[in-house]
């Protein structure tokens, strides 16, 4: 049985948390088991080298910030490999490159292509543990490159699926998957079992455990994911197949993202294409964007509003420059964040949409943009309301029973 393991940034903080994590490795490698282990760098280090970087530059080159970010998981791949060796087993740590682990040539955020397995195969085969340094890999031209935010648990799931592994775990500081996000409602619970588009959703609309390019590949490969803590011994949240799951609640979970700006161009030329030339422009230079809302045209002008992280303000500024002349004004707020219900259930039962709103609106919250898709609800509200609204939305669908 061959079983990918990963430890976050938190399980890897320091040298006894490293040998923490080694014990639970061994413990695993003692029931018979081949083990890959991806991990990140040591909690708070890759913050500490972004911080490094921008002491120079607000915008510094991308492929000098991947050079110094990608060293934080080399520190600890092969900090993890001595300690493994100190215990009498053959370890072995692997850069992303090392690993196989082939990426586009886009900085500070690439794709993974492919990952040549031989080399990972070849050391399982002579016994070794290999630990892989997440969050890398390499591009095409040969230049090192990092994943982006998440980039960890994408190189373990990516690992998983291209070695057809049995399990992969993903352990972090937090027991399982919850129905929101605990520090804010304390009667938050646990979920034993999750779908791959519950996941999905949750995670793309900032919930922390997973990130969604992690939970995508997995559903695109079939990796069955386990997400535990390494603290503990408790079983965690498996996100598998919608069909794996017995009972299936209208409203699984709340989550929260606080990482949103909201942009607003107003007195756009209402023509066909300027849509096209606005978001060709931001997808251009790599920038995300989540929802859109558009009104209705008047005297040939229209307005457009539109979310994309608050982490890329900067960036979007510098592209949407161009468009100042040729429109009335482009504002951003940075106040507000984005609250969400999902639910494999809500297929299946009307109204969950309107309890949303009147709930909200009781507590005199105001709903400035709205989303929703088959198993989900999006809503962008005042930031000051964020915990307030996960709260009480959390208690209007029940999830604390």
């Known amino acids: ?34 083990i ?16 490094w970087t921008k002491y120079f530059s607000k915008l510094p080159n991308e492929r000098e910030v991947d050079m110094v970010l990608s060293s934080g998981e080399r520190v600890t791949s092969a900090l993890l490999a001595i300690a493994l060796e100190s215990m009498g087993q053959k370890a072995i740590s692997l850069s ?30 002579q016994d070794y543990i290999v630990v892989v340094s997440g969050f890398q890999g390499i591009g095409q031209n040969g230049e090192v490159t990092t ?55 949750l995670a793309s ?23 535990r803590s390494s603290f503990t011994q408790d079983q965690g949240t498996l996100i598998t197949m919608e069909e794996n799951i017995m009972e299936k609640p209208i409203v699984s ?30 997808a251009d230079d790599n920038i995300n964007v989540d929802m859109i809302v558009q009104t209705i045209g008047r005297d040939g002008r229209t307005d457009i509003d539109f979310t994309i992280p608050k982490t890329e303000e900067e960036q979007a500024k510098k592209v949407l420059e161009k468009f100042l002349n040729s429109v009335g004004s482009i504002d951003y707020d940075c106040e507000i964040a984005k609250v969400s219900i999902v639910g494999v259930g809500m297929k299946s039962h009307s109204g969950v949409a309107s309890t949303a709103f009147k709930t909200l609106a009781k507590e005199n919250i105001n709903i400035m943009m709205i ?31």
Request: net charge neutral.
């Open 205 to 227: 609309m900032g919930a922390k455990v997973l990130l969604n390019r992690s939970v995508e590949l997995a559903k695109k490969w079939n990796v069955p994911l386990v997400t």
């Open 96 to 125: 992303g490159r090392g690993a196989g682990i082939l990426t586009d040539n886009t900085h500070t955020k690439a794709r993974i292509e492919h990952i040549d397995t031989k080399k990972i195969t070849d050391l399982l085969l």
């Open 36 to 51: 890959v282990v991806v991990v990140s760098a040591m909690s708070g280090q890759t913050d500490t080298l972004i911080g």
């Open 253 to 282: 979970g709340v989550a929260l993202d606080k990482n949103q700006a909201r942009v607003s161009i107003a007195d756009v030329d209402d023509r066909p294409g300027i849509a096209a030339e606005i978001f060709g422009a931001l």
């Open 147 to 201: 994943l982006g935010r998440g980039g960890s648990d994408l190189s373990a799931v990516a690992i998983a699926g291209a070695l057809k592994a049995d399990l992969c775990e993903i352990y972090t500081d937090v027991d399982g998957v919850y129905t929101t996000d605990p520090r804010i409602e304390k009667k938050a619970k646990k979920i034993d079992r999750i779908s791959y588009d519950e996941m999905l959703e």
């Open 371 to 401: 989303s929703t898709s088959e198993i989900k609800v999006s809503m962008i509200i005042d930031l000051k309301y964020a915990e307030l609204a996960v709260r009480t939305l959390h208690c209007a669908y029940e999830l604390d029973k």
């Open 1 to 34: 049985m061959l079983v990918v393991q990963k430890y976050g940034g938190t399980s890897m903080g320091d040298c006894q948390r490293i040998q923490n994590v080694a014990n639970r490795v061994m413990q695993t490698k003692r029931t018979g088991k081949s």
